[in-house]
């Protein structure tokens, strides 16, 4: 298991969990409950569930319910950018802005700021359009775990 580390975390929080929740299916190849992708990512399954939910209202994963019910990819991993699932989990993650009186200066201030990171998160989603799911998994040791150090 990997542990998440906040001051390396790009985006939404989330972002990272849908990542490793998204290799987690792409791996088995079938339907995982969210309770096995939970433990695979080090994450409560509620939480998980709530990023899968996100997922699947763009269209990346299927959820199937029932005894046998679980998620599936909805698209090939080599189909699915970094970027469908920064929006994905980005949407979900905004809420509504909170305003402070601070002045004419401090109001122009706040566009530019606001300005800035609006174009600093459109040069992120064009740079993440550039890999998939299968890109990221290419460059995984998934063997790693199981070396023995000599």
């Given amino acids: ?5 906040k ?3 790009i985006g939404p929080p989330r972002f990272a969990i849908a990542i490793h929740a998204l290799v987690w299916l792409t791996q088995s190849g079938g339907v995982l409950s969210s309770s096995i992708i939970a433990s695979q990512v ?6 998980l569930r709530r990023v899968l ?3 699947a209202q763009a269209g990346l994963v299927e959820a199937r319910e029932g005894r046998e019910g679980g998620y599936m990819l909805g698209k090939a991993s ?6 469908d699932v920064y929006i994905a989990v980005k949407a979900e993650c905004t809420g509504a802005v909170v305003e402070v009186d601070c002045g004419e200066t401090g109001k122009q201030l ?3 700021l606001e300005k ?8 992120t989603i064009a740079y ?12 995984v040791d998934f063997f790693a775990d199981n070396r023995v150090d000599s």
């Fill in 7 to 9: 001051g390396m975390a």
């Fill in 1 to 5: 298991m990997s542990t998440i580390t």
């Fill in 53 to 55: 939910q996100s997922l």
């Fill in 116 to 123: 800035l990171l609006a174009d600093a998160e459109q040069h």
């Fill in 78 to 83: 080599c189909e699915i950018s970094l970027a």
């Fill in 110 to 112: 706040d566009k530019v």
């Fill in 42 to 47: 080090n994450s409560h399954a509620t939480f």
């Fill in 128 to 139: 993440l359009r550039q890999f998939s799911i299968a890109d990221v998994m290419a460059r």
